[in-house]
């Protein structure tokens, strides 16, 4: 178990571009989910994906992101046309199954943003 | 109205004291909930999870759950220093999504 990879570590860039981020779950793990975190607040769900399908988005997720998981193995996360307020850490889990507990979440390091 | 509400914090206690940490939430749907710890610019672990009514113990950790006032609470034993950290309380229901609180700081002073 080498627990969730997340690549970059950290990404700088100017308004405008285009920025994709990597997440390689732990390889058991199914289900793969996305959140952002900014200073002080808790993770925000983003989307999530059961195997290679996405079967829910978050109403506060523009149509500038979009996430994708081909063949249920790693995922990407894009965000188009950047803008300042997307600044933030980017943080991918995958999960394990508790049964009726619910399910653990695996934290990658995250990927931070920033965009200037 | 946020779906998880914690008190920000920071919450000081000395060590060897108990910290208490509460967390309400607004969706009746909630079936499980959970207590993640997360230090500063680490990713949030997972330390206690609970989903009947009443306490849950493990170790120095209590997790405590009320669904009629929807209140969820953690109790730490024995506080020490390494127990600095913010503790994000959690929940999901009935599908796979879990929606986390701001966190609460807590500092415990050797």
């Known amino acids: 178990d080498t627990g969730v990879s997340q690549n970059p570590r950290h990404k700088i860039t100017k308004r405008g571009q285009n920025v994709t981020f990597r997440c390689d779950p732990i390889?058991?793990?199914?289900?793969l989910y996305w959140y952002r975190q900014t200073l002080g607040q808790g993770p925000e769900f983003l989307t999530y994906?059961?195997?290679?399908?996405?079967?829910?988005k978050s109403r506060l997720l523009s149509d500038r992101f979009s996430a994708e998981r081909p063949k249920g193995s790693f995922s990407t996360l894009e965000i188009q046309r950047t803008e300042q307020g997307d600044s933030a850490m980017y943080l991918c889990?995958?999960?394990?199954?508790?049964?009726?507990?619910?399910?653990?979440?695996?934290f990658g390091s995250g990927t931070q943003l920033s965009v200037l | 109205q946020k779906e998880v509400e914690q008190n920000s914090g920071p919450l000081s206690v000395p060590e060897g004291a108990i910290a208490s940490l509460n967390c309400t939430y607004s969706?009746?749907?909630?079936?499980?909930f959970f207590w993640y710890r997360q230090y500063s610019g680490k990713s949030p672990e997972l330390i206690m999870f609970?989903?009947?009514?009443g306490d849950k113990e493990d170790g120095r950790f209590t997790a405590q759950l009320n669904k009629a006032s929807q209140y969820v609470s953690l109790l730490i034993r024995d506080s020490q220093p390494s127990d600095s950290a913010t503790y994000l309380c959690?929940?999901?229901?009935?599908?796979?999504?879990?929606?986390f609180g701001a966190g609460t700081r807590l500092f415990v002073k050797a």
């Open positions: 889990a995958s999960s394990f199954d508790l049964g009726v507990s619910g399910e653990k979440l695996f």
């Open positions: 390889s058991e793990h199914n289900r």
């Open positions: 994906f059961q195997n290679e399908a996405q079967l829910e």
């Open positions: 969706d009746r749907g909630s079936q499980s």
């Open positions: 609970i989903y009947s009514n």
């Open positions: 959690a929940t999901s229901g009935g599908g796979f999504k879990t929606i």
